[in-house]
């Protein structure tokens, strides 16, 4: 059964340092999306993205985050200067079609900025 | 706007009994979707149930049972004689077809402990 995946499953950084979590999404899913849990928290959404280029961002998605898809697999989140808070697990997840379908979700990156 | 609760923290049975997990949402659109994702111990988020505005019939998977109810915007989640294994995080979602980004709002979890 196909599924997303996402490297590193666990990723530790100081702060101030830049840090890319990877994902491969589904292969033929069209919609990719970014989310984080802060420990002992609710999901939250980050990003989507759609024929290569941001759909929609939260208030949390500021100007040191940004996304990319370099090629036709990856699916990359950037942190450009991280920070304590930034410490969370980061889920990455896909939707096959325009239909509002489920959402398959990655097994996660945990990010500890210390 | 946009909104998911979950009232009940942490549930806590023995194992074989019936459980309801409940979620109550607010939105403004019409058409929108509801999910349930379970998340074990391991951390992945694994779905379980999607469900769209225009269907009101209840769910059976199983032991997994849902009640959609569009009048008091709720859609609680029941496991029947509940096993070990069901210990988890239950999360409820809402994606609301207005949104183009069909991006998942979720509730706070409840955090079900089933005791042997």
């Known amino acids: 059964e196909p599924e997303v995946t996402q490297t590193p499953s666990h990723q530790v950084t100081q702060m101030g340092q830049e840090v890319i979590l990877r994902c491969v999404p589904i292969s033929n899913h069209l919609y990719f999306y970014w989310y984080r849990q802060i420990l002992g928290q609710k999901v939250e959404f980050l990003v989507s993205f759609y024929n290569n280029e941001i759909s929609e961002k939260s208030e949390i998605f500021d100007d040191q985050f940004s996304v990319e898809r370099p090629d036709g697999s990856n699916f990359t989140l950037k942190i450009r200067s991280t920070k304590l808070e930034d410490s969370a697990m980061y889920f990455c997840?896909?939707?096959?079609?325009?239909?509002?379908?489920?959402?398959?979700f990655g097994p996660g990156t945990r990010l500890t900025v210390t | 706007a946009q909104k998911v609760t979950q009232a009940q923290t942490e549930i806590s049975v023995v194992e074989k009994e019936d459980v309801t997990l409940d979620c109550v949402y607010e939105t403004r659109d019409t058409t929108y979707y509801l999910f349930w994702y379970k998340q074990p111990p391991s951390g992945e988020l694994v779905f379980l149930i999607r469900r769209n505005s225009f269907d009101e019939q209840n769910e059976i998977s199983g032991r997994y049972s849902w009640n959609f109810q569009k009048s008091t915007s709720s859609f609680n989640f029941t496991i029947t004689a509940s096993q070990v294994v069901d210990s988890a995080v239950y999360f409820c979602?809402?994606?609301?077809?207005?949104?183009?980004?069909?991006?998942?709002?979720f509730g706070s979890g409840t955090r079900l402990l089933v005791r042997p």
């Open positions: 997840a896909s939707r096959a079609g325009t239909q509002v379908g489920e959402q398959y």
């Open positions: 979602a809402l994606s609301e077809v207005v949104d183009s980004s069909y991006k998942l709002i």
